[in-house]
């Protein structure tokens, strides 16, 4: 029998918060496994267990999965959130494409300096309001449906969601503007197994804070210079 | 009629090469549009055909594509390069975002200061050298198949192959070490189609140089 997925990673969203969010909106368990010491990382290179020596890394169904977006299409495609046929795939990949561009701003902010942390705040909230919400909301506007794709729940929905909840930690009222997307946070919030995933007590991780920026130098001995965008 | 498809972008290799390769290596013929102006991408904007205002964008079977990578899973998936089942098409995708980001700084490149540049060459031999071809030799090794996944040609198999030959233009010798990628490189260029796009006069485009990057800075200035 194949159990849970069990995801490695640092304990905080980093490139894995994405892969939680997805298996959550699918309503799959998974358990974690927290990368605290450069120690548990050199013996997970030992051990083989890492295809191109990186992090995120999730067993899966016999498989040791690396590569954020390929371990995210397989998760969509086994648990049906990957459209009815290729086009509906291409619309949803295009989408998330979108949504994973505006969140890498956001994943680097943490290891940034203070200076350099203002200055990638305005340029979040530049991308997002006028390249990335807008695109979004038309979408949305265009079909009146409830969800991004076919008129069905999709990876792509879970994506945006979290994207759109993440520009907002920078800057609360950035969806002001942006009826469309203001109901559908709503509506997307409300559908059970991501209503549990936004409750206190979930797998969900919070920002990141300066213990793990500390962390994630330690253990890779890599992110020391990182400038804004 | 849909046609065939149509690539915007600049004339250069970039983001849009991939897309060319797989292309040419399923067969299908294609029409490109290059962008040499300031005002040819603003005008694009303006039509709203760019959904994140980027380049590049592959009008193919009715609709307007952006993203690179959705467009390269678009076009495995409707040729038949995308594997046989679920857990092929997920070695697929670890192996071509693994050769991706190999790619991503062969991209970055052009555009580092001279300062940089040798050191940016290190870096890309090895990373070459230490994390990606390891991978692709021992896969290769291991199953004494003639392509990377399921006994089958594959995406992954034009992504190697352009990685391959990409990393050579810098680092010559690159290869030597690594015999099973050294025979895969023979092997790819001798598939016919694959061939064809090797030979002069096909839609492949030449190594960026400095009227590219002029081009680049140009046409997308800030």
């Given at each position: 029998?194949?159990?849970?997925?069990?995801?490695?990673?640092?304990?905080g969203?980093?490139?894995?918060?994405?892969?939680?969010?997805?298996?959550?909106?699918?309503?799959?368990?998974?358990?974690?496994?927290?990368?605290?010491?450069?120690?548990?990382?050199?013996?997970?290179?030992?051990?083989?267990?890492?295809?191109?020596?990186?992090?995120?890394?999730?067993?899966?169904?016999?498989?040791?999965?690396?590569?954020?977006?390929?371990?995210l299409?397989?998760?969509?495609?086994?648990?049906?959130?990957?459209?009815?046929?290729?086009?509906?795939?291409?619309?949803?990949?295009?989408?998330?494409?979108?949504?994973?561009?505006?969140?890498?701003?956001?994943l680097?902010?943490?290891?940034?300096?203070?200076?350099?942390?203002?200055?990638?705040?305005?340029?979040?909230?530049?991308?997002?309001?006028?390249?990335?919400?807008?695109?979004?909301?038309?979408?949305?506007?265009?079909?009146?449906?409830?969800?991004?794709?076919?008129?069905?729940?999709?990876?792509?929905?879970?994506?945006?969601?979290?994207?759109?909840?993440?520009?907002?930690?920078?800057?609360?009222?950035?969806?002001?503007?942006?009826?469309?997307l203001?109901?559908?946070?709503?509506?997307?919030?409300?559908?059970?197994?991501?209503?549990?995933?936004?409750?206190?007590?979930?797998?969900?991780?919070?920002?990141?804070?300066?213990?793990?920026?500390?962390?994630?130098?330690?253990?890779?001995?890599?992110?020391?210079?990182?400038k804004?965008? | 009629?849909?046609?065939?498809?149509?690539?915007?972008?600049?004339?250069?290799?970039?983001?849009m090469?991939?897309?060319?390769?797989?292309l040419?290596?399923?067969?299908?013929?294609?029409?490109?549009?290059?962008?040499?102006?300031?005002?040819?991408?603003?005008?694009?904007?303006?039509?709203?055909?760019?959904?994140?205002?980027?380049?590049?964008?592959?009008?193919?079977?009715?609709?307007?594509?952006?993203?690179?990578?959705?467009?390269?899973?678009?076009?495995?998936?409707?040729?038949?390069?995308?594997?046989?089942?679920?857990?092929?098409?997920?070695?697929?995708?670890?192996?071509?975002?693994?050769?991706?980001?190999?790619?991503?700084?062969?991209?970055?490149?052009?555009?580092?200061?001279?300062?940089?540049?040798?050191?940016?060459?290190?870096?890309?031999?090895?990373?070459?050298?230490?994390?990606?071809?390891?991978?692709?030799?021992?896969?290769?090794?291991?199953?004494?198949?003639?392509?990377?996944?399921?006994?089958?040609?594959?995406?992954?198999?034009?992504?190697?192959?352009?990685?391959?030959?990409?990393?050579?233009?810098?680092?010559?010798?690159?290869?030597?070490?690594?015999?099973?990628?050294?025979?895969?490189?023979?092997?790819m260029?001798?598939?016919?189609?694959?061939?064809?796009?090797?030979?002069?006069?096909?839609?492949?485009?030449?190594?960026?140089?400095?009227?590219y990057?002029?081009?680049?800075?140009?046409?997308?200035?800030?």
């Amino acid at each position: 029998m194949a159990g849970k997925p069990k995801l490695y990673y640092f304990d905080g969203r980093g490139k894995m918060e994405s892969i939680r969010w997805l298996l959550a909106a699918a309503g799959v368990e998974f358990e974690e496994e927290f990368l605290e010491t450069r120690e548990q990382y050199e013996k997970l290179l030992q051990g083989g267990s890492l295809l191109f020596q990186q992090v995120p890394m999730v067993e899966i169904d016999g498989m040791k999965m690396v590569q954020t977006r390929a371990i995210l299409s397989y998760i969509a495609a086994k648990y049906n959130l990957y459209g009815k046929d290729l086009k509906e795939r291409a619309l949803i990949d295009m989408y998330v494409g979108g949504t994973d561009d505006l969140m890498g701003f956001i994943l680097m902010f943490p290891f940034l300096s203070a200076e350099d942390k203002e200055k990638q705040r305005a340029f979040i909230v530049e991308k997002a309001t006028s390249r990335y919400f807008p695109a979004y909301e038309k979408v949305l506007k265009d079909h009146g449906q409830d969800f991004l794709v076919g008129n069905n729940f999709s990876w792509a929905d879970v994506h945006l969601l979290e994207a759109i909840l993440m520009v907002e930690e920078k800057k609360s009222d950035v969806l002001s503007g942006f009826p469309q997307l203001q109901a559908f946070k709503a509506r997307i919030s409300s559908i059970p197994s991501i209503k549990k995933f936004l409750q206190p007590g979930s797998q969900r991780k919070p920002v990141p804070d300066d213990k793990y920026v500390e962390t994630v130098r330690r253990v890779l001995r890599m992110y020391h210079d990182m400038k804004a965008n | 009629m849909s046609g065939k498809p149509r690539l915007t972008y600049l004339n250069g290799r970039g983001r849009m090469e991939p897309v060319r390769w797989l292309l040419a290596a399923a067969g299908v013929e294609f029409e490109e549009i290059f962008l040499e102006t300031r005002e040819q991408y603003e005008k694009l904007i303006k039509d709203g055909v760019l959904m994140f205002q980027q380049v590049p964008l592959v009008e193919i079977d009715g609709m307007k594509m952006v993203q690179t990578r959705a467009i390269l899973s678009y076009i495995a998936g409707k040729y038949n390069l995308y594997g046989k089942d679920l857990k092929e098409r997920a070695l697929i995708d670890m192996y071509v975002e693994g050769i991706t980001d190999l790619m991503q700084m062969i991209l970055m490149f052009p555009f580092s200061p001279p300062e940089a540049k040798e050191k940016n060459i290190d870096s890309i031999k090895e990373r070459a050298t230490n994390r990606y071809f390891p991978v692709f030799e021992k896969a290769l090794k291991q199953h004494g198949q003639d392509f990377l996944v399921g006994n089958k040609f594959s995406w992954a198999d034009v992504q190697l192959i352009e990685a391959i030959l990409a990393v050579e233009e810098k680092i010559p010798a690159v290869l030597s070490g690594f015999p099973q990628l050294q025979a895969f490189k023979k092997r790819m260029s001798n598939m016919p189609t694959i061939k064809k796009f090797l030979q002069p006069g096909s839609p492949r485009k030449p190594p960026p140089d400095e009227c590219y990057v002029e081009t680049v800075l140009k046409v997308f200035k800030k």
